[in-house]
């Protein structure tokens, strides 16, 4: 009979000891899920955040750029934004002609009158 309790005792030992580790893994497994949904929505808020000021660097830009153009004679917007659209489209035809060549003759920087 002490053999049969003995063993008993070893069973409920497993037992409760099965229950212990398997109670501390789901916790921390909780935990784990808890901080990485947390981590997700800092990234969400913080990807956001970011776009934001992309944006609004973006508005200060073209604002600062229409002040530059704009006229004091006529401060209309639409004003401003048909000479912006001439500024864009003058650096359109720059860009397509492609860079300035010199044909031909280039001066010497380097070095001035030696023998």
Excluded: C
């Amino acid at each position: 009979m002490e053999s049969s309790t003995a063993a008993l005792w070893v069973a409920a030992a497993s037992l409760l000891a099965t229950a212990i580790t398997l109670f501390f893994t789901n916790r921390r497994e909780a935990k784990l899920q808890e901080y990485e949904q947390e981590r997700q929505e800092r990234e969400i808020e913080e990807r956001r955040w970011a776009t934001l000021r992309e944006e609004r660097l973006r508005a200060y830009s073209t604002f600062a750029k229409l002040t530059k153009i704009v006229d004091a004679k006529n401060p209309s917007p639409q004003a401003a934004l048909g000479a912006r659209m001439g500024v864009h489209a003058a650096e359109d035809r720059r860009r397509r002609r492609g860079p300035v060549r010199h044909s031909g003759v280039q001066k010497n920087k380097g070095s001035v009158g030696r023998a």
